[in-house]
């Protein structure tokens, strides 16, 4: 069974930086996309940031510029540096992995993370 588990959520001053972690886990054979979405309480879950396996980024355009996503294939975790923090990133923040193929064979469309709180005090 193909677990993420996510690090490095807390509380920061609003201009301050964080940095997320997701670290993939079981017998996986390959994860196409990884990304990070949040959810604000009483709102929907956004798209902020997807990777792709060959590296090609995405960004939602509220955080363009402030955030960046990176990846380590080789062990299969994600990172996603946050600068220049506003309250409004307050959420708790899911780590998503995509189209992912793993020993069995099995393949997941989609695996998610428990999620980590992120708060930005202003």
């Known amino acids: 069974q193909v677990q993420l588990v996510e690090s490095g959520g807390g509380l920061v001053q609003a201009g301050g930086s964080l940095r997320l972690s997701c670290a993939a886990s079981g017998s996986i054979f390959r994860i196409n996309a990884m990304g990070w979405y949040r959810q604000a309480p009483g709102k929907q879950r956004d798209l902020v940031a997807t990777?792709?396996?060959?590296?090609?980024?995405n960004y939602a355009d509220s955080v363009k510029g402030r955030f960046a996503i990176s990846r380590d294939n080789a062990k299969n975790t994600v990172y996603l540096q946050m600068n220049s923090l506003k309250p409004e990133d307050t959420a708790v923040y899911y780590c998503n992995a995509a189209d992912v193929a793993a020993a069995g064979p099995v393949r997941y469309l989609a695996v998610w993370g428990q999620g980590t709180l992120v708060t930005v005090s202003s």
């Open positions: 990777i792709t396996s060959g590296g090609s980024t």
